[in-house]
């Protein structure tokens, strides 16, 4: 009888800055991000909660989005600076699982919202005069709870599966936190039918939402062409232009790790492009929804002089 000697004993993680002469300077710039990530997403989601002009659908899937945005990080970057100290650390069985379950969650889930938010785009710019009746609060709610459902879902499926099979090899896992390729890799088990359903999986996973995304900014496109008012282009490019900069980075690094075939990949490209989609996107897209949108810079100003200050800006 097989035993699954993954179910006592620990994983190895390794560390992200191991190798680098300047490992401490790019540690101080990842906690920086991560503060600067945290803070961004709270005060993006307490603008939305404090103004009542932000009580739109727009905004409570971009509420959603920041949720996501705070979760990600925390998952993985705590993990990374607690064992910065040592060349590599340890994770429990039940730690491993625990990524697995919220990152592959939290990462379905985003994808999805995404394309609904694209969808919420859609009916702004293309029927305005039908958007309150087309986005009302049931619609929004089904629209969140089906990207909750749906990363769940999947989480359970992934994490299930990936830590049934046996891990009597190595404990290594050459990445700094439990991802199911880099995880796989240590099974003492054939894991090839099951690698063959996660690329199909998630090349379908991926292919769906951007179809969604690209009908619906294509058909935003052609509607904005069309207005004749200068004004009105500006404002719909506006609305629009955020969104479509948080895909990009979104789904840009995701088909890299989900559609590029392994033959191409390597340990410290794939840490990277982690690092990427795990800190750099959620820390950026805060900055890229206030940057862009009037409402939000507006709503902050508002709260800071409530608070006795005046920004000059």
């Known amino acids: 009888m097989d035993v699954n000697e993954s179910a006592v004993s620990d994983f190895i993680l390794v560390n992200l800055f191991g190798g680098s002469g300047s490992h401490r300077l790019l540690f101080s710039l990842v906690a920086a991000m991560f503060i600067m990530g945290l803070l961004g997403n709270a005060i993006l989601l307490f603008l939305i909660h404090v103004d009542p002009r932000l ?8 509420s959603q989005l920041s949720l996501f945005d705070v979760g990600f990080p925390l998952v993985t970057i705590p993990k990374m600076a607690s064992d910065f100290p040592q060349e590599e650390g340890s994770i429990s069985f039940g730690g491993c699982a625990a990524q697995i379950f919220f990152l592959t969650m939290m990462g379905v889930a985003e994808g999805v919202l995404l394309a609904l938010m694209s969808y ?8 305005p005069l039908q958007y309150p009746v087309l986005m009302r609060r049931q619609v929004c709610l089904l629209m969140v709870g089906s990207s909750w459902l749906a990363g769940v879902l999947n989480a359970c499926i992934q994490t299930s599966i990936t830590l049934h099979f046996p891990y009597c090899a ?3 896992v050459d990445h700094f936190f439990c991802e199911v390729p880099a995880l796989l890799k240590l099974s003492c088990a054939d894991t090839s039918t099951y690698e063959l359903a996660l690329t199909t999986s998630g090349v379908l996973i991926l292919l769906l939402p951007l179809s969604l995304i690209a009908t619906s900014y294509g058909h935003v496109l052609k509607a904005v062409l069309r207005m004749r008012s200068e004004e009105a282009r500006n404002k719909a490019f506006a609305t629009c232009s955020s969104h479509i900069t948080v895909v990009g980075l979104f789904y840009g690094a995701a088909v890299f790790m989900y559609m590029v075939p392994g033959a191409y990949h ?3 490209q794939d840490n990277m492009i982690s690092l990427f989609y795990s800190l ?18 507006m709503a902050l100003v508002k709260v800071l002089s409530r608070a006795g200050l005046k920004p000059n800006w």
């Open 120 to 127: 919420d785009r859609y009916v702004a710019v293309c029927y």
């Open 170 to 172: 190595s404990r290594t």
């Open 280 to 297: 750099i996107t959620p820390t950026l897209n805060p900055l890229i929804y206030s940057l862009r949108n009037r409402e939000v810079r």
């Open 266 to 268: 390597n340990p410290h």
């Open 55 to 62: 009580h739109t659908p727009m905004y409570f899937l971009l």
